[in-house]
């Protein structure tokens, strides 16, 4: 693995980064490539941000600092993202290499337009979207996504970018590529000074609200635990529709300690994590969840699922796996919230030494690297690309 030092190894390289949505409706992904954009920049790189056009775009906007970020209107169905300007703004952009990030909207289809004439390198990274629970719901989109455009995007990629060797598997299976690059995403840098205070017994969740996430059985788990006087479930996120409404009746329907607060972003978002004890995410599918990796910047343990992909976690101590039914999650809570403050801080060692060792962006910065250099060499070798 290349050593980063001083230098500049991507110096002067155009990368641009496509999403969907390049603000908070981006959810994770939307983390993920803000911290992506960061780390091309200190590498030297001259990175752009692609994408579509939505009611949050020019306040988080400033998330990427001096990164450009090129957001085209869409025309018809949110959900499908048609915007026509997005492939012809790449092609405009003069870039070196491109790099999807997430799938199964338009904007695959808009990179694979530019992959063609370009001639240039170009990355895939689905973000979990084929994992297996998601390939199996919304079957007729997708198998309409995969005929429009999806199978010739993934044909042209040069590369496919997993999060986890599980995720590589399932790239194997649905796109056929065996070119796949393994590298998880980036935390944020560290921010837990020393030895962290024993928090009150605060169980907080961030994240998209969705029926992956699997919020309902946590709250009736919470009903069900053993808490401590004053425990309470802290629930932070967006969205909407029959997930949403199914979460705030369950709340309804218990003791007062469990809440849901609507979306936090920025330091509303690291006030919560600087007070909870634990972050939870019983989740049934996760590509690689930014929310976890957040909480062990912090030196927050988690109690998470095995489908966050996560097992350093388990094997190091800063995680508790929690099951996915309330009666497993409801005997996980009790355990966790029984903790002592030297069995808990043993725990909150462990998140930092993890987010350290495995997801510290220089560590993620140096496996980029050798991906990013060598395909800076490919598009300058090669002569029938445009200038």
Known sequence: MPELGDTRPLDGMR???VTAWASRLGGGVFEAVVTHSAMLQRLGASPQVFGLHDPFTEEDRARFGSVPVIACP???????????????AMLGANLDCLHLHGIWMYPSAAAS???MPSGRPYI??????????ITARGKAKKALARTGYERRSWARATAFHALTTSEAANITLEARRQEIHVVPNAGPELHSRGKRRFPEPVVAYIGRIHEKKNLVSLVEAWSAAQRPSGA?????????GEALTRLRDVISQGDGSAEFIGPVYGEQKQALLDQARFVALPSYSEGLPMAILE????GVPTLM??????PEGFAEGAAMECGYSARDLSAVITRALGMGEMEWQVMADAATGCARRHFSPDVVARAWTGIFAPLRNAATANASMPR
């Open 295 to 298: 909480a062990w910047a912090g």
């Open 305 to 310: 699922t095995a489908a966050c992909n996560l």
């Open 113 to 115: 337009h530019w992959a």
């Open 74 to 88: 869409v025309i018809g169905p949110r959900q499908i993202g048609f915007a026509p300007r997005l492939a012809s």
């Open 232 to 240: 309470r479930l802290v629930i932070a996120g967006w969205g909407g």
């Open 15 to 17: 990368i641009g980064l």
């Open 124 to 133: 895939i990274s689905p973000h979990g979207m084929l994992d297996r629970w």
